[in-house]
């Protein structure tokens, strides 16, 4: 066991690290260190290409590449390990970059020509990603050039030591007189040695989000995609890569994420040397995207971390940099108000009335933020119901007479020495063929000549690439925020995209929504914004930038909950998320569970609350909600800010937080089924300090950091499915 001495030891030589410049170059060869890991790589001098040659735990110097025949079928450049691939010069692995040129050929010769290493991070022109100061970050731009195709690109990497992170992005230049096209662009590229890794990635399906498989990364491709035009339900554009002896606490991990929300691509690809490429971009389904003469294309940023730690350090390590330097919002460090959403209590039946009754029960129970969701608009096409009225986004007169102002002003003042906070739900990317709009703007929508514009859930998607969409869509939101006293918007999307009129129309979309979002978020920084698409469809990097959370699934089941948002927290901090109370049976599973285990799943997320008409609970429930929103205003601090540590077994999952000074945890502990036997195992905790003493509020003692770590705690579990306990430590 490692003594304190050592853990001293380790602190400073980590402090050495710290002092070195985070990048350095000799000649060409350079090297970017983080506290706990190098990222190595150098430039050919005959070929001028980029070399890989080292992504993992602190190394210093450049050696020579592995020993392979040098005759065979395979010339060098295919088993050379390659930081910016591109294709046509005898490398047949799948390339980073990949160009249909002006002449018609897709084959690039990208070489260095210079480099510069700058203190902090230059912002990415209408992108979202990283930032940073000078003493957080330092980056490198690349420059290569093809003089053949007269094409240059300007590769950047940024180094957040800290958290041994590395943000990479690249610009392409058409230097030509005739347009090229972008075919594939994935920004974070680089080539591992022969070693084995296993791929961890989230997968699923609506109300099923997060789920987790690992699998070989074997020869051939490891690989998965949205096609969606969107992040999607189905997958998201994050992966692990870790050694097959990796766990949640100890051995090697890498993660990649990337900032961007259209269709994306991830792979894993094993050559025959053993070599693996790692890809993180776009998707070539949805690219082809046009450079004109003079024009560059600026692609999206990926974010790499290393942890030499297991899965959860590498977990920890994203979800501090995204707080710190990814989510803009001022809200992002913030506590969050407890929410009552009026969806599954009243769904489409609403009008002012009964709005303000539930607001003033909601008011009542003590919450802080009622959040007036679907139907309350429609003029022409009121929204009833799901088939009609998106894209006409004015109060509707029947359900509000006067309009949103004096029904928002009569919901905050229910009760003046507490006031209510209001909240209201939009969709500005949809429109209903049932609408104003459409019969104003038929073409405003995705759609491809006379191929059929096929529905989802009734709906067609506003082509955001549009600027004149963009503008529509800017001003009527803005119109709206104007009207009313309105303290939180949630933003749905509830479809994908299917008929583009061309394949780069995705991502021109995205651009679009992000000059939208940026512009609202910058004009209304006080308002908390809320993503949300169908439940989970829409969490990534690029909208947290501007969102400080999204809604997790629809599926409001504890139960099912809880992977979800275990699954989520792999990359994306649970501060993030919005996490709701429903009632039970619940609708989609059927299950009933206590209202104490559906209070402690949600609790764990930043953004708590209530989606349940209060008049479907039983009174032994009503009983308890003022307490459960005590506990959950006690824990909502360390939630936002504390340290995540996942621990427990399959059916014995368990979470931790440790605050930030590390004088209080709070462990969330649960029992998804009794069992006869094996016996429950300890929840041994992480995070403490082993020599500090901790009372616990389990058994009412003091014990040391180490007895709770190595030790454990027994929870002692009642002999019922479903069980769950929150347990408090405090330093004393
Ligand atoms: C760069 O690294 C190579 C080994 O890959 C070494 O031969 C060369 O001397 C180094 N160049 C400098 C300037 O350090
Ligand atoms: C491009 O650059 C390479 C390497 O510097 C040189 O050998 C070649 O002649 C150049 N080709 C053209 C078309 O300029
Ligand atoms: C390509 O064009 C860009 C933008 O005009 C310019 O900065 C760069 O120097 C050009 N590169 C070459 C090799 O001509
Ligand atoms: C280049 O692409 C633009 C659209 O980006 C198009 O308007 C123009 O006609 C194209 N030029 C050529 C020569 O194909
Ligand atoms: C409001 O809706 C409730 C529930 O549907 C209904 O009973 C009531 O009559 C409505 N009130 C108005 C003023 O429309
Ligand atoms: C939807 O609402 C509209 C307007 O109230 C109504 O005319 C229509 O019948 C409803 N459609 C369905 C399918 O319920
Ligand atoms: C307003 O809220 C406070 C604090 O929750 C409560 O004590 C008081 O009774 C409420 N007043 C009314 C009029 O409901
Ligand atoms: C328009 O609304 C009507 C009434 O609800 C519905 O029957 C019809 O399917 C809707 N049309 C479309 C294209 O959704
Ligand atoms: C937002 O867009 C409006 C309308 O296009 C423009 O007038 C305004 O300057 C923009 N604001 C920001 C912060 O981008
Ligand atoms: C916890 O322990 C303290 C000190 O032994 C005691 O004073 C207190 O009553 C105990 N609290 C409970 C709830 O048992």
Request: charged share 15%; with cysteine.
């Amino acid at each position: 066991m490692l003594g304190v001495k050592g853990l001293y030891a380790l602190t400073l030589l980590a402090g050495v690290v710290v002092g070195q410049d985070a990048i350095t170059a000799a000649g060409t060869n350079f090297t970017l260190t983080g506290d706990g890991m190098s990222y190595l790589f150098h430039v050919d001098p005959n070929s001028g290409d980029l070399i890989s040659d080292h992504f993992g735990g602190p190394a210093t110097d450049f050696t020579p590449p592995a020993y392979i025949l040098p005759w065979g079928w395979h010339d060098d450049l295919s088993n050379t390990r390659r930081e910016f691939p591109d294709i046509g010069r005898s490398d047949p692995r799948l390339p980073a970059i990949h160009i249909e040129h002006a002449a018609g050929n897709t084959v690039s010769a990208f070489r260095y020509q210079s480099h510069e290493i700058v203190a902090g991070k230059p912002s990415l022109p209408g992108l979202p990603a990283t930032y940073g100061e000078a003493g957080d970050v330092t980056t490198i731009i690349v420059q290569l050039y093809d003089n053949v195709s007269d094409v240059s690109a300007a590769l950047s990497y940024s180094i957040f030591p800290a958290y041994n992170a590395i943000a990479r992005s690249f610009s392409i230049t058409n230097n030509g007189t005739r347009n090229i096209t972008i075919d594939r662009a994935a920004s974070f590229s680089t080539d591992f040695p022969n070693v084995e890794l296993d791929m961890i990635e989230p997968y699923g399906d609506w109300a099923h989000e997060f789920q987790t498989v690992k699998r070989k990364v074997d020869y051939g491709e490891t690989t998965f995609r949205s096609s969606e035009g969107y992040t999607s339900h189905t997958h998201n554009p994050f992966f692990a890569l870790v050694s097959p002896t990796t766990t949640e606490s100890t051995g090697e991990a890498w993660g990649f994420s990337l900032v961007w929300t259209g269709s994306f691509l991830a792979t894993a690809q094993r050559f025959s040397n053993g070599y693996v490429r790692v890809l993180m971009g776009l998707n070539p389904l949805h690219a082809k995207i046009p450079i004109p003469p003079g024009e560059s294309f600026q692609s999206p940023e990926a974010v790499g971390i290393y942890s030499s730690q297991g899965i959860g350090d590498m977990s920890r390590s994203f979800h501090s940099l995204y707080r710190n330097h990814l989510s803009r919002s001022k809200y992002t460090h913030q506590t969050r108000p407890i929410l009552l959403n009026s969806w599954e209590g009243l769904g489409f039946d609403i009008n002012q009335t009964s709005l303000v009754n539930l607001a003033n029960e909601a008011e009542e129970l003590g919450i802080q933020l009622f959040v007036n969701d679907d139907g309350w608009f429609g003029v022409e096409y009121p929204r009833d119901n799901d088939t009609m009225g998106l894209g006409d986004w004015t109060p509707n007169p029947s359900k509000f007479p006067n309009g949103l102002q004096p029904y928002v002003e009569q919901v905050t003042t229910l009760n003046t020495s507490t006031p209510l906070q209001f909240g209201l739900w939009i969709e500005p990317e949809m429109v209903n063929p049932n609408s104003t709009l459409y019969h104003q703007h038929p073409d405003w929508v995705l759609h491809a000549r006379n191929h059929q514009r096929t529905l989802t859930r009734n709906q067609l998607v506003l082509n955001v690439g549009l600027p004149e969409v963009q503008d529509f869509i800017i001003s009527t939101v803005s119109q709206i925020l104007d009207s009313a006293h309105i303290q939180y918007v949630k933003w749905d999307n509830n479809r994908g995209m299917h008929e583009l009129a061309r394949p780069a129309d995705d991502y021109t979309y995205i651009l679009g929504l992000y000059r939208v979002i940026n512009n609202l978020t910058t004009r209304y920084p006080d308002i908390l914004w809320e993503g949300c698409a169908s439940g989970g469809g829409r969490i990534d990097p690029g909208l947290l930038h501007y969102w400080p959370q999204s809604w997790t699934s629809d599926n409001t089941d504890a139960a099912d909950r809880l992977t979800i948002q275990m699954g989520t927290s792999l990359v994306y901090p649970l501060s993030a998320l919005g996490c709701h109370i429903s009632a039970v049976p619940n609708s989609l599973t059927g299950r009933t569970t206590s209202i104490t285990y559906r209070a402690h799943v949600a609790m764990m997320c930043g953004s708590f609350g209530l989606e349940l008409n209060p008049s479907e609970l039983d009174p032994s429930e009503i009983d308890l909600i003022p307490g459960i929103i005590a506990e959950a205003k006690r824990i909502n601090p360390i939630v936002i800010s504390g340290a995540l540590y996942r621990l427990g077994a399959t059916e014995w999952p368990a979470v931790q937080f440790v605050s930030r000074d590390g004088s209080q945890s709070v462990l969330f502990a649960f029992q998804q089924r009794y069992r006869v036997k094996p016996a429950p195992p300890p929840v041994r905790l992480r995070g403490l300090d082993p020599l500090a003493r901790y009372w616990n509020g389990l058994d009412n003692q003091t014990y040391s950091g180490s007895t709770y770590m190595n030790g454990g705690l027994n929870v002692g579990w009642e002999r019922a499915d479903y069980q769950s306990r929150v347990v408090w430590l405090e330093k004393v």
